[in-house]
């Protein structure tokens, strides 16, 4: 779960100087925005089953 979270944050990160330059009307930075947060979804959605899979595992007794 940590790996996808680490990876999610990194996600992020980069795309920070592309939402930057899409809110100063960059149009191609626009489009590696959207791009960038379609990856961002898919790797929230990766953490949200992890974290349901650790929340299910039977804990110790």
């Known amino acids: 779960m940590l790996e996808a979270y680490e990876r999610l944050k990194q996600l992020?990160?980069?795309s920070?100087?592309?939402v930057a330059k899409a809110a100063g009307g960059n149009k191609a930075a626009g489009t590696r925005v959207r791009?960038?947060?379609q990856?961002?979804?898919s790797?929230?959605?990766?953490v949200r089953k992890k974290v349901l899979?650790?929340?299910s595992e039977p804990g110790p007794s």
Not at 43 to 46: I, N, S
């Open 43 to 46: 790797t929230a959605q990766d």
């Open 35 to 37: 791009k960038a947060m």
């Open 53 to 55: 899979e650790v929340r």
């Open 39 to 41: 990856d961002i979804k």
């Open 16 to 18: 920070q100087e592309d």
């Open 12 to 14: 992020v990160e980069a």
